[in-house]
């Protein structure tokens, strides 16, 4: 299975951006998908997880603000991130349940 994640950049507080990640395997659908994002000198965390059956949950940080989903047809998981703040600038990576091998992050950048 291949992971890459991508759509990052920087954007001022406030602002959104959709990532958007590209799973190999047909993954997609058939396990759960969850967003993590790793912030400079911290570790990674979870941010968002959608499972097969389409329930989601979310780290309490982004909760009302983030909104994660997927697209079976085309095997790819998305992250709507709404009202950035700066704690949020992160690599952010997907990965499925059980992990997979980590794949490509994209950086998020939220600064004015």
């Known amino acids: 299975v291949q992971l890459q994640a991508y759509g990052g950049g920087l954007v001022q507080p406030g602002g959104s951006l959709r990532l958007s990640c590209a799973a190999s395997?047909?993954?997609?659908?058939?396990?759960?998908m969850t967003w993590y994002r790793q912030a400079p000198g911290k570790q990674r965390e979870w941010v968002a997880r959608?499972?097969?059956?389409?329930?989601?949950n979310y780290a309490d940080s982004v909760k009302g603000r983030f909104t994660i989903s997927i697209d079976k047809a085309k095997n790819l998981v998305y992250l709507q991130m709404n009202s950035l703040k700066p704690e949020d600038t992160a690599v952010y990576y997907c990965?499925?349940?059980?992990?997979?091998?980590w794949g490509q992050g994209t950086l998020v950048t939220v600064s004015s």
């Open positions: 395997g047909s993954i997609v659908g058939r396990s759960s």
């Open positions: 959608i499972a097969t059956a389409g329930s989601t």
């Open positions: 990965n499925g349940v059980p992990l997979y091998s």
